[in-house]
């Protein structure tokens, strides 16, 4: 990749400063088994990327090379990769199903009219807050090139904020009416569709990874 950023730039410029394939580049550790030690494929230890994409889905990976150190190596294998499609990726879209499922039921649409923010309850504007909160954590965060230190706070704002609030509320919809605010008691077929796959709000189909949509 690096000798082909190169040459599809080479002459293009003649400034050597414009020549160069990118400006910074943040590598990581090596990429070991779960004990820690080098994978082979004369010992079995190898996991190719199509078996693991097709497994545990590609979300996931790159979840995982995400919130990691990248001073330290990566211990990558199955256990390390479901913890993380357990944790946060079926977490994640079991809170939007479960937002879908309502927000179809209270006839939603979200092309209506939007609910001034000064106007919402309380738990609205604090989840917002919240999540400009985690919006300027994230800007943060890549300017210094500090990738994990977001995905843990990304992750606390789905564990702590979105998902407890959501199941453990005693409002159908609890803190998840912070995603929208109905205008109307109109029923709409297509008022909420999966961000990943574009299903409709019957999520009669899953996301297009196969790992969530198994766990889902």
Same mark, same amino acid.
């Given at each position: ?41 004369? /010992? %079995? ?7 693991? *994409?097709?497994?545990?889905?590609? $979300?996931?990976? &790159? @979840? ?41 039921? /209270? %006839? ?7 609910? *001034?923010?000064?106007?919402?309850? $309380?738990?609205? &504007? @604090? ?90």
């Amino acid at each position: 990749l690096l000798s082909m950023a190169t040459m599809m730039n080479w002459d293009r410029t003649g400034d050597p400063e414009d020549k160069k394939p990118f400006r910074t580049l943040l590598g990581h550790g090596l990429v070991m088994n779960e004990a820690g030690k080098p994978m082979h494929k004369s /010992d %079995g230890t190898a996991i190719w990327f199509e078996e693991a *994409a097709e497994q545990l889905g590609v $979300d996931t990976m &790159r @979840w995982l090379f995400l919130r990691h150190n990248p001073a330290h190596n990566l211990n990558f294998g199955w256990h390390a990769c479901d913890d993380i499609r357990r944790g946060l990726v079926l977490t994640l879209w079991n809170t939007y199903a479960f937002f879908c499922n309502y927000a179809r039921l /209270d %006839g939603f649409d979200p092309q209506g009219t939007q609910v *001034a923010v000064k106007d919402r309850p $309380d738990i609205d &504007r @604090w989840i917002l807050s919240d999540l400009q909160l985690l919006v300027e954590h994230a800007r943060t965060s890549y300017e210094r090139f500090d990738i994990m230190s977001f995905c843990m706070e990304a992750e606390r704002f789905v564990d702590e904020n979105l998902s407890r609030n959501a199941s453990h509320s005693d409002s159908a919809l609890g803190s998840m009416s912070w995603l929208y605010r109905p205008t109307s008691r109109r029923a709409s077929r297509t008022s909420c569709r999966c961000p990943s796959c574009r299903a409709p709000i019957e999520l009669a189909a899953g996301p297009s990874d196969p790992a969530v949509r198994a766990g889902a």
